[in-house]
């Protein structure tokens, strides 16, 4: 079936420092791949998105890129602010109904 | 500003007793919302789909006898924890495609957090 896995939390950093999250997924077909950002007491944020292979997503200094040989779409993003401080979480979509399949989430800290 | 809100945002209440949870889309139709529990620590398991006007669509394992959703207009559906116990404790997420400003995306709700004591 569909799944995500994401490397377990949680990551503390030093600011500036530079962050990868790892994500890789199994999937029939050709899913869509998404980041999300859950800050603390908050919803869901989408962060970034890629719908195909080599489709790179960016925001706020985030990327990934939609790796298909080796079914992976890591975050990264250069120097983290302590206010990336959140739980992110990467997700799937396939056309079933529209439906999400997220990972585990990883919580990361950011420390000045 | 939010685009979909979740209300109460935490509620408390004894075991046996029932809980509504309503969620709306504040500035765009919503035909179809999910419905997500999420445990400490823990990523989102769905629970169910919400279609407005007709029944919604559970996921295994997902009892629907318990888990009572209604979906009565293109900005609201409702999701009724009956006889609530403990283990229903949890926090309770929903969520809807939208298009707004920009691209079609899925926007969340802010949760509702259930403790059953």
């Known amino acids: 079936g569909n799944s995500v896995t994401q490397m377990e939390g949680p990551v503390t950093l030093s600011e500036e420092a530079f962050l990868t999250i790892n994500c890789t997924y199994t999937a029939t077909g050709y899913p869509s791949l998404f980041w999300y950002v859950q800050y603390p007491g908050e919803g869901l944020q989408l962060l970034l998105k890629a719908t195909k292979a080599d489709d790179k997503g960016s925001n706020k200094g985030f990327e990934a890129t939609y790796r298909k040989e080796t079914t992976s779409f890591h975050l990264e993003k250069g120097s983290v602010q302590v206010s990336d401080s959140a739980v992110y979480f990467c997700?799937?979509?396939?056309?079933?109904?529209?439906?999400?399949?997220f990972g585990q989430g990883t919580e990361l800290s950011v420390k000045p | 500003g939010a685009v979909v809100s979740q209300h109460p945002s935490w509620v408390i209440c004894k075991s046996g007793t029932s809980v509504k949870i309503e969620c709306r889309s504040l500035d765009f139709q919503a035909t179809t919302m999910f419905w997500y529990r999420q445990f400490p620590k823990q990523s989102l398991m769905l629970m169910a789909t919400s279609n407005e006007g007709s029944k919604a669509t559970y996921e295994q394992g997902v009892e629907k006898d318990k888990f009572l959703i209604n979906h009565a207009s293109l900005t609201l559906s409702t999701l009724t924890v009956t006889s609530a116990h403990p283990e229903d404790s949890s926090f309770y997420i929903c969520?809807?495609?939208?298009?707004?400003?920009?691209?079609?995306?899925?926007?969340f709700g802010p949760g509702t957090r259930l403790t059953v004591t």
């Open positions: 969520s809807s495609w939208g298009e707004r400003e920009g691209p079609y995306e899925q926007y």
């Open positions: 997700a799937l979509l396939y056309n079933q109904g529209g439906k999400l399949i």
